[in-house]
C-alpha cells in the first residue's frame, strides 16, 4: 500500500534525457507515522490511520505488510510509479453560469443588449417553482478533486520532495493526498 501526506510546493519544469521539458509540481511529503491498525475482526474493515504533524488520515485497503509505528516516507515510491494525487481545488467565489457551467450566452444582437450572460429560462408553468439541481450562478470550486495517472518523475529523500509530471489540485500549501495505483 503506496501512500503519503504532502503539501504542494508550486510547479516547476525538469529536463528528461532527451531534453524535453517536463512540467512538474513539487511536494513536500515529510514521514508520517503509523499511529493506528484497524481490521475486519474489531473494528469491521480494514485501514491505517496515519499523523503528519497535527493531521490524521485513514487509508482503507491491505494492512498485513504494515506493523504499529512504522514511517512511511517519501522512499515508498520510485521513479515511474503512477499515483492518483487528491486534494481541495482552488475556491473561485461566487460565479455566474457562464463560467460555472460553461454556458455558451445569448447572442450579441437580436434584442439582446443587457442578457448576454444571463441563465434564459429557468421555470415552467406546473410545478410553479424552481426545481432542484438546476444549474445556475453559485459558489464554483473548492471541491476535493482527484487526479489519476500521474507519474512520478523524481524522488529527493534528503528534503522530502516528490516531483510529479503535470499538474494537481489546489493552490500552493494545501494539503494533498499521494496514493499508488
Do not use: C, W
Request: cysteine-free; glycine content about 14%.
Amino acid at each position: 500500500m503506496k501512500f503519503i501526506l504532502g503539501k504542494k510546493l508550486g510547479m516547476s519544469q525538469i529536463f528528461s534525457e532527451n531534453g524535453k521539458v517536463v512540467p512538474v509540481t513539487v511536494i513536500l511529503a515529510k514521514p508520517m507515522n503509523i499511529s493506528q491498525i484497524k481490521n475486519q475482526e474489531k473494528d469491521g474493515y480494514s485501514a491505517v490511520q496515519v499523523t503528519a504533524g497535527k493531521s490524521k488520515k485513514e487509508y482503507r485497503g491491505q494492512t498485513e505488510e504494515i506493523k504499529l509505528g512504522d514511517l512511511v516516507d517519501v522512499s515508498v515510491f520510485g521513479v515511474g510509479d503512477l499515483v492518483k494525487v487528491s486534494g481541495i481545488s482552488k475556491g473561485k467565489g461566487f460565479q455566474g453560469a457562464v463560467k460555472r457551467h460553461g454556458f455558451r450566452g445569448m447572442p450579441a444582437s437580436h434584442g439582446h443588449k443587457h442578457v448576454k450572460r444571463h441563465v434564459g429560462s429557468i421555470g415552467q408553468r406546473f410545478p410553479q417553482h424552481t426545481l432542484k439541481g438546476l444549474r445556475m450562478a453559485g459558489r464554483m470550486g473548492a471541491d476535493r478533486v482527484s487526479v489519476r495517472g500521474l507519474s512520478v518523475v523524481s524522488i529527493d529523500k534528503e528534503n522530502n520532495l516528490l516531483a510529479v509530471k503535470g499538474a494537481v489540485p489546489g493552490r500552493k500549501g494545501v494539503l494533498l493526498e499521494v496514493r499508488g495505483n
